[in-house]
């Protein structure tokens, strides 16, 4: 991209610069008057100021255009960055919430089956006290 705004400033340079040599070498070898050569160099120096003017104004015209276009492109790639980032941050809440749901649940199953060893225990010890006094008894 920018190689093409370099090639296209040193074409019109060129341009420029060719119309100028060319003009004044035509003047110089013209024959003509003091006073109607130094108003022919007075004309074509007025062309050029001119011509420069525009130049200038194109080039300021593209510059403006260049830095809008960069803001643009900026500002997308920021809000593109945003959205990921928001994305992620959305997959990682819900994959953490996921991974708390997971832990809780096995933490109440573990308890379930902590609860139900101990009350398989706790019978296993009823049951053996029971059968030991029926046995002094008897």
């Known amino acids: 991209m920018f190689n093409d705004q370099n090639n296209t400033r040193a074409y019109i340079l060129g341009m420029l610069t060719g119309t100028i040599l060319g003009g004044l070498a035509a003047l110089l070898y013209a024959p003509k ?7 022919d160099i007075s004309d074509k120096s007025n062309e050029f100021m001119e011509d420069a003017g525009k130049y200038l104004s194109s080039a300021k015209d593209s510059a403006s255009d260049l830095l809008s ?6 500002e997308s790639l920021i809000d593109d960055a945003k959205k990921k980032v928001e994305s992620i941050t959305h997959s990682g809440e819900s994959a953490l ?17 902590t609860q139900k060893f101990k009350d398989a225990g706790k019978s296993g010890v009823s049951a053996y006290n029971e059968e030991r006094n029926k046995q002094k008894h008897n």
């Open 97 to 113: 919430k996921t991974g708390e749901d997971l832990v809780n649940q096995g933490k109440e199953k573990i308890h379930q089956e």
């Open 69 to 74: 276009e960069g803001r643009k492109k900026a």
């Open 33 to 39: 008057s003091g006073r109607e050569l130094r108003q």
